[in-house]
């Protein structure tokens, strides 16, 4: 597309961009597709349930009315986040976490109403448990195949994309242009239009009916964005007849804000700033968690209260020391506090944890490795939990003297210190355990820790526990 950066009149013609589907007609055609994938599997499921426990296929209402009821469950939240978006062509937030807890909802509120059915309806906690898992595994396909052919259509233009003009002072307009358009994410730079320069013009008013003129083609162009560079938004007017026409003006401000892809504006008394990052968790949220993880901890000392008297007495009676030993630990922002471990080797040292690995392996008592391959070495630390020094799901916290040398290596290290450790989480239960020997394995867990951080809910938790227990990657590399 050819892009014009000098003046031109309301009656110059552009190469037009293909009309393309709005958003919203793709996110009504995945929500239909929703409902009757949903619908469609319901009353399979019920069909081969009936065979497997009758021998034969009876009434298929039930499941019916039980696939349409979880597919507009399900299928609605998304059509609500899709449809809420301001930008043509923006892909829905919807993380797999996120759609696990969607559909999770949508199939307890099927059991709910299915338990208070009267009409001899109710359907059978081994149907709902099939239909759970089953169900889980198709919506999370869909969502990965609408998430593929929506990339698809909005590179075609059969989506329709976003329609931009840029401003600003001439030798920013092609670093800006560059930088903008992007026909795969359905970016279009329409034209890119030179701030008119005061000294250029007799009069103020003069140069504010230039700012009009593009004023004007923007709304010939009928364009969605307006970026203006930094110098741009200095002046007041020009920033004020930009905000009249119906498209969302943006400032490319000199910091470099691509790595802030979330920033907002917060206003302290008379003053604005862009705000880059926020605690992880909501006070609310930080609460519902604190109530989790002492409920959870408490109930698991005391179910757990033989086993680990049994490991006690068993280290004790294999080798010379304490069944427990303490370590340092940094936690939640960077506070110090002491961890809880079954004692795996034939030392406990309080500190210095940097031996080498094989050093390691050597030291491991004959009962120790055991222990550390079922993760048993781990379970006092439900104590920390309770104290509040951890967590049950969160960043694995490290030796001290870790910490301060992977914070060499990797710059965005000490983000993991914005959550409460944990016992297990998201890093672990991917098979980032053990020793971290190399930059490229430290660099790949704080990766996963981040994106636990950013994406953190109830039902996350809910996942990594599960996958703690029942995953083989979470039992990788452990010794």
């Known amino acids: 597309m050819e892009i014009s950066r000098k003046p031109i ?40 349930f009936e065979l497997s426990v009758a021998g034969q296929i009876g009434t298929l209402q039930p499941y019916v009315m039980a696939g349409l009821l979880t597919g507009l469950l399900y299928t609605v939240p998304h059509l609500v986040i899709e449809t809420s978006a301001r930008w043509p062509g923006a892909a829905p937030d919807v993380t797999p976490s996120r759609q696990v807890e969607i559909w999770t909802f949508a199939t307890l509120i099927l059991a709910l109403v ?78 890119a239009e030179a701030l008119p320069v005061p000294t250029l013009f007799e ?36 920033m004020a007849r930009l905000s009249g026409i119906p498209a969302a003006v943006h400032i490319q401000t000199v910091v470099p804000l691509d790595r802030y892809a979330g920033a907002n504006v917060a206003q302290f008394s008379e003053m604005s700033a862009f705000t880059v990052s926020l605690p992880p968790l909501a006070p609310f949220q930080w609460f519902c968690k604190r109530v989790f993880d002492i409920v959870l901890a408490s109930v698991a000392l005391v179910a757990l209260f033989p086993l680990l008297a049994t490991v006690a007495i068993l280290i004790r009676l294999t080798s010379p020391g304490p069944a427990l030993f303490l370590q340092r630990r940094r936690g939640y922002n960077m506070s110090e506090f002491q961890i809880w471990k079954f004692r795996t080797m034939t030392v406990a040292e309080n500190g210095k944890d ?41 960043p694995r916290p490290h030796a001290v003297e870790e910490d301060d040398l992977f914070a060499q290596w990797i710059e965005t290290y000490s983000a993991r210190a ?36 950013e994406n953190w809910s109830m039902m996350f938790d ?13 039992y990788h590399n452990a010794r």
Request: glycine share 8%; charged share 20%; aromatic share 6%.
């Open 354 to 394: 940097m031996a080498p690995a094989d050093q390691d392996q050597v030291r491991l008592t004959a009962i120790g490795r055991h222990l550390r391959r079922l993760n048993i070495d781990e379970l006092p630390q439900l104590i920390n939990v309770i104290k509040g020094d951890m967590t049950i799901v969160g």
């Open 203 to 238: 009069t103020r008013a003069a140069m504010l009916k230039a700012v009009d003129d593009v004023v004007g083609r923007a709304r010939a162009l009928a364009v969605d964005d307006i970026i203006v560079s930094g110098t741009a938004s200095a002046d007041a007017d020009v």
């Open 418 to 453: 914005r959550a409460v450790p944990g016992i297990t989480g998201w890093a672990q239960v991917n098979g980032c355990r053990g020793r971290a020997l190399t930059m490229q394995v430290i660099r790949k867990r704080v990766e996963y820790d981040r994106d636990y951080i």
């Open 462 to 474: 809910l996942y990594i526990i599960f996958l703690t227990l029942f995953s083989p990657k979470a």
């Open 114 to 191: 299915s338990s208070l059915s009267s009409d001899g309806a109710e359907l059978s906690y081994a149907y709902l448990a099939v239909f759970y898992v089953t169900g889980l595994a198709a919506v999370t396909g869909l969502g990965l195949a609408v998430s593929a052919v929506r990339a698809r259509l909005v590179e075609s233009g059969s989506i329709r994309g976003r329609r931009i003009l840029v401003l600003g002072q001439p030798a920013e307009l092609d670093t800006m242009t560059a930088r903008a358009a992007n026909r795969r994410q359905g970016f279009h730079v329409l034209a």
């Open 9 to 48: 009149s309301l009656s110059a013609e552009f190469e037009p961009l293909p009309r393309g589907m709005s958003s919203t007609t793709f996110a009504l055609a995945v929500f239909v597709l929703g409902v009757a994938t949903v619908a469609v599997l319901a009353v399979l499921v019920g069909a081969l």
